[in-house]
């Protein structure tokens, strides 16, 4: 099992940067690839950025471009710096691992997410 932790998340103005880290644990030498995804009130869990260390290669969704930067360490943490944030990045983070793509269903493990909330 792999678990995931999160957090950095908080009440930002707009404008402002957020780093979120999360931490993996456990059986963390099957884990080659993680990705960050966001879920706000009412709608369904979203793509971020993924990332895979095998493959070399990330994924940012289109809204994040230029904005969000993904990275990883070692130990297989990640995190997901935040830039030039806006309200409509408001929304609980989760850190996913087992696929770096935009598809749900690819990701075995999941954390519990981090709240970031962006006031305008």
């Known amino acids: 099992q792999v678990q995931l932790v999160e957090s950095g998340g908080r009440l930002v103005q707009a404008g402002g940067s957020l780093r979120l880290s999360c931490a993996a644990s456990g059986r963390t030498t099957s884990i080659d690839r993680m990705a960050w995804f966001r879920q706000a009130p009412g709608k369904e869990r979203e793509f971020v950025a993924g990332?895979?260390?095998?493959?070399?290669?990330a994924k940012y969704a289109d809204f994040v471009k230029g904005r969000f930067t993904l990275s990883r360490d070692n130990a297989k943490n990640v995190y997901l710096q935040m830039n030039n944030l806006k309200a409509e990045d408001t929304a609980v983070y989760y850190c996913?691992?087992?696929?770096?793509?935009?598809?749900?269903?690819?990701?075995?493990?999941w954390g519990q997410g981090t709240q970031v909330t962006v006031s305008s």
């Open positions: 990332i895979s260390w095998t493959l070399r290669d």
């Open positions: 996913a691992a087992g696929g770096y793509g935009p598809l749900v269903k690819e990701y075995n493990y």
